[in-house]
């Protein structure tokens, strides 16, 4: 497993004490993994997920440093979703 993927499970359980998370999401980093989060657990791992989203190593950083607000990095095309939008949505607030 990668270093990047290690850091950012961290992170998004650092953001999601007390949250809980309904369905289940992947962010996948191409040539780094892919993390899960359902409920209120994250983890490393690439199963099947409610909703997908796709980052490079540089945007899903600074996604978590609050640097780049998600919506935005969807709208200018350097995040992708597939699958459920609503539940993007819900992750926006974890994840901002």
């Known amino acids: 497993m990668s270093e990047v993927i290690d850091q950012a499970v961290q992170a998004i359980a650092g953001r999601m004490q007390g949250q809980s998370f309904e369905g289940t999401a992947k962010f996948v980093l ?8 359902a ?37 200018t095309g350097k995040l992708s979703v597939d ?10 607030g974890i994840l901002a």
Do not use: H, Q, S, Y
Not at 83 to 92: E, P, Q, R
């Open 30 to 37: 191409p040539g780094e993994g892919a993390i899960m989060l």
């Open 39 to 75: 409920g209120g657990e994250v983890r490393a791992g690439d199963e099947p997920a409610d909703v997908t989203l796709t980052a490079d190593t540089d945007t899903f950083r600074a996604i978590l440093d609050g640097d780049t607000n998600p919506t935005a990095a969807f709208m």
């Open 83 to 92: 699958g459920d939008m609503g539940k993007a949505l819900a992750l926006a």
